[in-house]
């Protein structure tokens, strides 16, 4: 992978991963051209400097055929799905296909830690790197978390390890993706409508685990046991959570560590009491497995946690998880922006909803990614008062949920959050947590949130009642009346 030199190399998409990879490439001597399926440059400012060192752009790519010299490798941008047209003109060019991931993993020399799963990998890889920090590592958390491996790769930062989180789109295209320690969360349904089935999905998340480096450490949970093709060289950890014993009808003797009512508890050489609940600022079970995951990871690379206690105890959730963004005529409004999927959305309303009872002004719809919405029934009859559904998937969502809460239809996330406030009563919560993707109304779940944040504020701002517009459903426009 390293001898670039006077190689055509064709990069996939000129989004960050496909721009870094591009830099990275021309750095080691290749001729690059970054091919996008977009009719024109959206961010030519940030093309002028590829292009000042002869990069070249294609726009609107993807039906024709390869007509310059022989190209060498593929290098393929998470965002490029295997089914497009520019897909299939990087296959016909007969080259080596590579991931973004794996093409800036190859420049690399320091370890690498690696954390996927459905829901939490964010917060587990800030988690991981701060702790690391803490115990005196130089070391940067990379990959799905917004900086590509191939920007790290160009800068060559002088670390003792590099972080990343991987995303199953990013896995795609890792044969050969070999981290010294890697961490599988959960697995559950998400983005099926790119991956085509559960069992794709979770086959391409188990690929991080059975291609860990000889003597690697692999942290996943007790009940994928059977499941993954794990080397003999490879150090097991295993993770239980609370009440799975029950759930799955294992025996609870298969685990290392588990989450128990009073915080995580690690099963050898005896069971033992190590992070207590209190003694965290982080909130939920869903929070105290992320933690589990990172402190078992850490504990099998022989760090005392004496050495990063600080970091662990006074770690926080970066903005869009589970985030109390504001207060308004005693309602709380909470920003849960990230919640991009069913799952992350039944975890915060597990969060949320003990303390909240049935007080709860959902605010959830999106891009929808063809996943099932029954999982969440149950939670929404127990805690949620009302929905109130946006985006492209908010027709789905109310056939869904009709029964086991009122659903209004709204047309923009600004009226969504005036019709929750305008229904709720002090003491209630406002939550956005929409369990679709964002991408049909926004450019991201960021933006999404930020956009949460300043219609909140906007009420505040309001001198009188203003009337609602009406809604283009059949649901009540207002169930509060």
Not at 200 to 225: I, S
Not at 350 to 373: E, H, M, N, V
Request: overall charge negative; charged content about 20%.
């Amino acid at each position: 992978m390293k001898e670039l030199e006077g190689l055509e190399i064709l990069v996939l998409g000129a989004g960050s991963s496909g721009r870094a990879a591009a830099q990275l490439a021309c750095a080691q001597g290749a001729h690059v051209v970054v091919a996008d399926s977009a009719p024109g440059d959206p961010a030519p400012e940030k093309s002028a400097a590829l292009r000042a060192q002869g990069v070249k752009f294609l726009w609107g790519a993807g039906g024709e055929r390869w007509q310059g010299r022989a190209i060498s490798r593929v290098v393929v941008s998470p965002g490029v799905p295997l089914d497009s047209p520019l897909h299939r003109w990087g296959e016909s060019t007969g080259a080596p296909l590579v991931g973004e991931l794996e093409f800036g993993a190859s420049f690399l020399t320091c370890p690498l830690f690696a954390v996927t799963g459905t829901n939490g990998k964010t917060t587990t890889t800030e988690l991981l790197t701060a702790c690391l920090k803490d115990a005196g590592w130089k070391v940067r958390a990379a990959g799905n978390i917004g900086v590509p491996l191939s920007q790290v790769a160009w800068e060559q930062p002088e670390l003792d390890a590099l972080v990343v989180e991987v995303s199953s789109f990013q896995l795609e295209h890792a044969t050969s993706f070999r981290a010294q320690g890697a961490i599988l969360l959960n697995v559950t349904p998400d983005h099926l409508d790119r991956h085509g089935s559960l069992e794709r999905y979770a086959a391409l998340k188990a690929r991080l685990l059975e291609q860990l480096r000889p003597g690697g450490v692999a942290v996943y949970h007790a009940a994928l046991e059977n499941s993954l093709r794990l080397s003999p060289e490879i150090q097991r950890v295993r993770l239980w959570l609370r009440g799975e014993e029950t759930d799955l009808g294992q025996r609870p003797e298969a685990q290392d560590w588990r989450v128990a009512a009073d915080g995580i508890r690690t099963m050898s050489p005896r069971e033992e009491l190590v992070i207590p609940r209190y003694s965290l600022r982080l909130q939920g079970n869903h929070n105290l497995e992320n933690v589990m995951a990172a402190v078992s990871l850490l504990t099998s690379l022989g760090i005392p946690r004496e050495r990063y206690g600080a970091a662990l105890s006074h770690f926080q959730c970066g903005p869009h998880r589970i985030q109390t963004v504001g207060e308004w005529r005693g309602i709380r409004f909470v920003d849960d922006s990230k919640a991009t999927d069913v799952d992350a959305l039944i975890q915060a309303l597990r969060t949320l909803g003990p303390c909240a009872g049935k007080g709860i002004s959902l605010i959830a719809g999106g891009l929808d990614k063809g996943c099932s919405l029954e999982e969440a029934k149950s939670d929404i009859r127990m805690y949620v008062k009302c929905v109130f559904l946006i985006g492209e998937c908010r027709h789905r969502l109310e056939k869904a949920w009709r029964e086991e809460a009122p659903c209004v239809l709204c047309g923009s996330l600004e009226e969504a959050v005036a019709r929750a406030a305008q229904g709720a009563s002090p003491g209630e919560t406002v939550l956005l947590s929409p369990g679709c993707a964002s991408m049909d109304m926004f450019r991201s779940y960021a933006e999404r949130g930020e956009r949460f944040v300043a219609s909140m504020n906007a009420l505040s701002q309001e001198k009188e009642e203003t009337p609602l517009s009406p809604d283009d459903s059949s649901s009540p426009q207002n169930p509060f009346p």
